[in-house]
């Protein structure tokens, strides 16, 4: 889908289809009354009809509407206009979206991103667009035979910008807005792809297959006598249970100058989380197929930055196995020796993320990165406490932190931060280890993230939980692509200026 930006004037402009929003109640949008006076009064007459009050969702399409050289006019209800903020916006544009994905509607022009928000500037309403017309057009259908789902797309949207001068800022915002949502797309691919075909060697050669196409990234993958080489024994005590070797895949992005120092990505990359000998009930257990969301959000903002040959350096890295129950698989009491020299007892086999995560965010101490972030599905305790619509965050340093949660904020992508504190350390005593990888009932994502702070003492570090918004459940059950947005968006935030619509 080819999505950009353009001046146009409504009336003249030739496509399928003209998406133009209205106000409720009955409030014509500055191209809708362009449109209005075009037509004799014709939309503002329906309007008065009752066929449209202009309510949050709301969608009316018209054909042939003389005068007008396009041949159609989608009308989109966008709610109450003081209260028309970044979310009601998003909605308008997915409400838009459903219906031209419904009449299969193949070319379109995007009047709303015109509209006035408080909370977002204009070239961020612009890059939002794009994200959120790529986003409601994805399909996962690469595994369906030929007989399923045809696939409905839009070949072309253009999204108008109405004064001329915000043109060249514009164009930048789509750019950004297409790189984030090809990111985002190569991250739903991911995680929707099950254990058996997405694999820690599926994930490895997939971060090799992407770099070809950006010049500036290279790709280095560790098997395991590399890691054993390095000491890695919590992240190898991990994947001696599974029949699929395991991999750390290390991206390494050089846009910027030599020697600026990267900032690492760390993804969870369980392609399976059986949850080994601590095995997990049987419900839902095919969702723990996403347990390589973390993984797939560090690939797929590489793509991003890749795209858009960012002036920055980034490291990604994977630590990348299956969680099985196994003769050879760690046992509840087992003791390993991570790559920091940490003991670890390893009361449940289950708590398997941080055991994989620990050693890879020992392993990226030598890039001497200014930032790590670690990005994991770790616990289902911050599902509890924060549901499916922020990620938790926790960090050992407060501007990194709040670097992350106003990225969360302006790329409609938010976390949430929870405590760090001390007092939550005692709860991973262990009477034989130097710790537990368990903390108890009480506070799992924080016990977790006190867990991963032991060993990035030497780092300016945050942790993503993205348990409860990587993947949907039920009905439309599928990877988000979340926090590639957010990833994406801190990572624009480090390149200065020019990708900054502050
Ligand atoms: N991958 C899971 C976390 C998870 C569970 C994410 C459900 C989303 C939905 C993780 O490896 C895990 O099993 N965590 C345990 C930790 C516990 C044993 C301390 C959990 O959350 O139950
Ligand atoms: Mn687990
Ligand atoms: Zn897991």
Known sequence: MDISVKTTSAPSQRSACLVVGIFDRRKLTNTAMELDSATNGYLSSI??????????????????????????ILLVGCGKEKEFTKRQYKKAIAAAVKSLKEYNIRDAVFYLPDLITK?????????????????????????????????????????NVADERHLAQARLAVAMGNAVALGVNTACDLGNLPGNICTPS??????????KRYPDMKV???????????????????????RQPPRLIVIEYNGGKKDDRPVALVGKGITFDSGGISIKPSASMDEMKFDMCGAASVLGTMVTI????????VVGIVPSCENMPDGAANKPGDIVTSMSGQTIEVLNTDAEGRL????????????????VIDIATLTGACVVALGKHP???????????????????????????????????????????????????????ITAACFLSRFTEKLKWAHLDIAGVAWESGHNKGATGRPVP????????????KYQFK
């Not at 050693?359 to 200014?370: I, R, V």
């Open 202 to 211: 599926y994930l490895a050669s997939t971060a090799q297959k992407n770099a």
């Open 391 to 445: 990620c938790g965050l926790l960090s050992n340093d407060q501007t990194l932190a709040q670097n992350l949660l106003d990225a969360g904020e302006r790329s409609n992508d938010r976390a949430w931060q929870l405590p760090l504190w001390d007092d939550y350390q005692d709860q991973l005593k262990s009477n034989f280890a130097d710790m537990a990888n368990i903390g108890g009932p009480q506070a799992g994502t």
């Open 356 to 371: 994989i995560l620990c050693d890879a965010l020992t392993y990226s101490e030598q890039f001497k990165p200014k930032a």
């Open 119 to 159: 909370d977002l500037k204009h070239a961020q309403r612009i890059k939002l667009a794009a994200e959120t017309i790529h986003h409601g057009y994805y399909q996962f259908t690469q595994l369906k035979s030929k007989n399923g789902t045809p696939k409905v797309t839009l070949q072309k949207a253009v999204l």
């Open 47 to 72: 309007l008065q009809q009752g066929d449209m009050d202009g309510k949050a969702g709301q969608t009316l399409l018209l054909h042939a509407v003389e005068a007008i050289s396009a041949q159609r």
């Open 486 to 497: 957010l990833l994406s968006q801190y990572l624009f935030d480090q390149c200065g200026k």
């Open 220 to 242: 280095k993958v560790l098997k395991q006598k590399d890691m054993d080489e390095l000491k890695m024994g919590a992240l190898l005590s991990v994947a001696k249970g599974s």
């Open 306 to 313: 890749g795209e858009l040959k960012l002036p920055i350096n």
